[in-house]
């Protein structure tokens, strides 16, 4: 199961500064375990941001992005109470999603 | 007769769940994720399976990094493009194994902005390109690391 996420959306002006952290090993493949066997590639490949339900950014990561990895995006024309919704897909095909309103 | 022509009809069928189960998830990813230039092991490879030829140099993007990391494993960059009608953001670290770290469109009010936490294998360039109006333009900064992220 994917491990929970955390988001935080905070309106400065008009642009909405969003912040997600998103629990994931990141592993990258080149990582030997406790018993001496490389742990298989296992990261995220896909980010979607969207502020009421439209696409505003499309991200595709590989495996070089830090373990539990943590973005920051910036949506002008957002207003508070507005919903943005976060999710991702990885490469063996788990996915996530979270949501905020912008406060 | 009958009996082959029901071997042949049920290996048929297998073989067709086995297809449409296991091609689905591999379909969708390749819909969104661009293999070939995650896979490319040199920077010049990656921005040309980026679709990215013919770069030009410029001060617009802003790239916002420690200039000495010292934990490979977490380092945080920070990268804005002031490039008018800037649609999207690539960030290559042109010594990790596999440079292209990361590739982001932007759209509909979301501005050319983008915080990200990457691993570095060892000191490196890291180059942003960014992609306005059908043009490619990058900017690059080093970042020197003491610790390296990539094995252990």
């Given amino acids: 199961?994917?491990?929970?996420?955390?988001?935080?959306?905070?309106?400065?002006?008009?642009?909405?500064?969003?912040?997600?952290?998103?629990?994931?090993?990141?592993?990258?493949?080149?990582?030997?375990?406790?018993?001496?066997?490389?742990?298989?590639?296992?990261?995220?490949?896909?980010?979607?941001?969207k502020l009421n339900g439209k696409t505003v950014i499309e991200g595709q990561i590989s495996q070089a992005v830090s373990r539990n990895p943590v973005f920051s995006f910036r949506v002008k024309g957002a207003k508070a109470g507005d919903k943005i919704e976060i999710s991702w897909l990885d490469n063996k095909g788990d996915k996530n999603r979270t949501e905020t309103a912008i406060a | 007769m009958n009996?082959?022509?029901?071997?042949?009809?049920?290996?048929?069928?297998?073989?067709?769940?086995?297809?449409?189960?296991?091609?689905?998830?591999?379909?969708?990813?390749?819909?969104?994720?661009?293999?070939?230039a995650f896979a490319s092991k040199t920077p010049a490879d990656a921005l040309k399976n980026l679709g990215a030829s013919g770069t030009l140099e410029s001060k617009d993007i802003l790239i916002e990094a420690p200039q000495i990391a010292e934990n490979g494993l977490v380092v945080p960059i920070e990268i804005m493009s002031n490039v008018p009608n800037t649609k999207s953001i690539a960030v290559i670290i042109e010594k990790n194994p596999f440079p292209l770290v990361a590739q982001f469109d932007f759209m509909e009010g979301a501005l050319p902005f983008l915080k990200i936490n990457v691993k570095m294998g060892e000191s490196s360039w890291v180059?942003?390109?960014a992609e306005a109006g059908g043009k490619h333009y990058t900017a690059a900064k080093e970042i020197k690391v003491t610790i390296g992220g990539c094995g252990g």
């Fill in chain 1, 1 to 49: 199961m994917a491990d929970p996420m955390k988001i935080r959306a905070t309106l400065n002006g008009d642009t909405a500064d969003v912040r997600v952290l998103m629990g994931h090993p990141m592993e990258t493949g080149q990582r030997k375990g406790p018993d001496g066997k490389i742990v298989p590639m296992h990261f995220i490949q896909n980010v979607e941001v």
């Fill in chain 2, 3 to 36: 009996a082959i022509r029901r071997t042949t009809l049920k290996a048929a069928g297998a073989a067709f769940l086995l297809a449409s189960g296991l091609l689905q998830p591999l379909r969708a990813l390749a819909a969104g994720w661009n293999k070939a």
């Fill in chain 2, 127 to 129: 180059r942003v390109v």
